[in-house]
C-alpha cells in the first residue's frame, strides 16, 4: 500500500510533455485492446466448454436410461 502511494506520489509530482501524454494514452488504448481481445477469446472458450458439458450431460442420461439395474441378494440378517 506505501509503495502504490509512494508511486503515485512520484508520478504526480512529475511533469509531462504534450508527447509523453499521447504516448502513455496509446499504450493504454493498445493494452485495452489486448485485454478486450482476450476477453473475446475466454468467452470463445467458455462457449466451447459449455456446450461440451451440456453434451456429456445428455450423453449421461442417455446412458442412466439403458443401464440396466440387475436385483442383487440381500444378505441375510444377524440374528440376536
Same mark, same amino acid.
Given at each position: 500500500m506505501?509503495?502504490i502511494?509512494?508511486? @503515485? ?5 512529475s511533469r509531462?510533455?504534450?508527447a509523453?501524454l499521447?504516448n ?6 493498445? @493494452?485495452l485492446?489486448a485485454?478486450?481481445d482476450l476477453?473475446g477469446i475466454?468467452?470463445?472458450q467458455n462457449?466451447?466448454?459449455? @456446450?461440451? @458439458? ?9 446412458? =442412466? =436410461?439403458q443401464q440396466?439395474m440387475?436385483?442383487t441378494r440381500?444378505k441375510?440378517k444377524p440374528?440376536?
Amino acid at each position: 500500500m506505501l509503495f502504490i502511494y509512494l508511486l @503515485n506520489f512520484i508520478i504526480m509530482s512529475s511533469r509531462y510533455t504534450k508527447a509523453d501524454l499521447e504516448n502513455i494514452v496509446s499504450t493504454q488504448l493498445e @493494452n485495452l485492446n489486448a485485454m478486450h481481445d482476450l476477453l473475446g477469446i475466454m468467452k470463445f472458450q467458455n462457449d466451447l466448454i459449455h @456446450n461440451i @458439458n451440456q453434451t456429456l450431460r445428455e450423453e449421461i442420461c442417455q446412458f =442412466k =436410461k439403458q443401464q440396466v439395474m440387475y436385483p442383487t441378494r440381500r444378505k441375510p440378517k444377524p440374528k440376536l
